[in-house]
């Protein structure tokens, strides 16, 4: 695709490339970043619970808080990166930079822990029902 500021690349847009830039970017945040993994494992399974308990709102809430914090990991990765790519030694600077980034992906955790915690309680609850009649 063609960059509007730079006047590089290929004219036209790809969405199939477009898809595997996504696909490559996502396979190599899972496989090289824990943080991003767990996350994704974590919440696919309370998704799962939700989903065989066929509690749609429940399973759209976690879909939509996965996918912050994820997003938030992925822009914190990558803002590092950059960061140790731009000055490789130490620099109070880019310290403060990594750790606003940081911070944003804490928020993002804390409240999809929230989501998945209350997810899970009601979970529990759905479950615990049957056994005490």
Do not use: Q
């Not at 396979?27 to 974590?42: E, G, I, T």
């Amino acid at each position: 695709m063609r960059n509007k500021f730079l006047g590089t690349g290929e004219p036209g847009y790809h969405p199939l490339r477009k898809l595997a830039v996504i696909s490559a970017g996502l396979r190599y945040a899972v496989l090289n970043d824990f943080s991003v993994l767990y996350k994704a494992v974590l919440s696919l399974l309370v998704l799962g619970l939700a989903l065989w308990l066929h509690a749609w709102v429940d399973a759209a809430i976690i879909l939509l808080a996965t996918g912050v914090v994820l997003a938030a990991e992925l822009f914190n990765t990558a803002i590092e990166a950059l960061c140790d790519f731009v000055e490789t030694r130490h620099d109070e600077k880019i310290r403060i930079i990594k750790d606003i980034a940081a911070a944003a992906t804490g928020v993002a955790i804390l409240a999809w822990w929230i989501v998945l915690a209350a997810n899970l309680l009601d979970v529990w609850s759905h479950l615990a029902t049957p056994l005490a009649r």
